[in-house]
């Protein structure tokens, strides 16, 4: 990437080093052939905290790095940025009266999660290996086309033809909650209804997949009681969210920065 192309950019005087641009880019999703995209979403995130971590040494904090558990701990710099934020910000909790209300204006939200039963074919397959995944979906889709001819013999074609160890148990899996498989399984069950086969093969990481939804428990809906402290717990995390943005933003309207337009932050 060329410095025509990506200027130097200062905060304040102070240049935004653009290997450090570079690095955060990685983090910063661009369609394809865009890269510029990327770099200038790393370069804003990189202004705001460099803006950040000047005011926090402006007012002279002195870093007090976290316990983030597993042996891991805040850097210096996320700490003085922690500190100032906690020292601005000051959101109080929301009021019985204001969290009611958002539970009322949709209470089948707040429910508990589903439970299904689901048996499946699995046909294995490396997502790195192009040619193992083509082999495994024309395999899938044969075995798809099989078990939706004979919806009853399901349990018998997993157990000869399925790559997962639950071919012992006819393709059982048992009793599956929310977040016990991973997203591709549990969206294509929630789209079936009970009896049913996916038309298609469902491909995860693991491969391809056939699957039958034999039973499923609906979540109910939760009482005001047992959702009341997840809903002030959220709104309290907006109403923060929203005040460090509006903090940030005042920062930037007194910040001298070259290299890049903010307006769109």
């Not at 202004?47 to 790095?65: C, F, G, H, S």
């Not at 919806?151 to 639950?166: M, T, V």
């Not at 549990?186 to 086969?197: P, T």
Request: glycine share 6%; net charge negative.
């Amino acid at each position: 990437m060329s410095r025509s192309l990506f200027p130097e950019i200062t905060v304040n005087g102070e240049v935004v080093d653009a290997a450090k641009i570079a690095t955060e880019a990685q983090n910063h999703y661009a369609p394809k052939g865009k890269p510029g995209l990327a770099w200038r979403k790393a370069a804003q995130a990189l202004v705001i905290r460099t803006l950040l971590l000047q005011e926090a040494r402006n007012r002279d904090l002195k870093a007090e790095p976290a316990d983030l558990g597993n042996k891991r701990y805040e850097t210096d710099e996320e700490a003085l940025i922690r500190g100032l934020l906690d020292a601005e910000i000051n959101v109080d909790p929301p009021s019985d009266q204001e969290v009611t209300a958002i539970w009322e204006k949709d209470p089948s939200r707040f429910r508990s999660p589903s439970l299904w039963e689901a048996s499946h074919i699995l046909c294995l397959a490396d997502p790195a290996d192009e040619q193992a995944c083509a082999k495994a979906k024309i395999k899938a889709t044969a075995l798809t086309q099989a078990a939706l001819s004979a919806p009853r013999g399901f349990g018998k074609l997993a157990a000869s033809e399925s790559e997962c160890s639950s071919k012992d148990n006819y393709g059982a899996l048992g009793q599956l909650g929310q977040g016990d498989t991973v997203p591709e399984f549990e969206d294509a069950l929630e789209k079936l209804s009970v009896g049913e086969i996916t038309k298609e093969p469902v491909k995860t990481r693991f491969g391809y997949h056939i699957i039958k939804l034999d039973a499923k428990a609906e979540g109910k809906v939760l009482p005001f009681n047992a959702v009341r402290p997840k809903i002030a717990e959220a709104m309290e995390k907006s109403s923060w969210a929203k005040s460090a943005q509006d903090y940030t933003q005042k920062l930037v309207a007194s910040a001298d920065v070259q290299g890049i337009e903010l307006q769109s932050l």
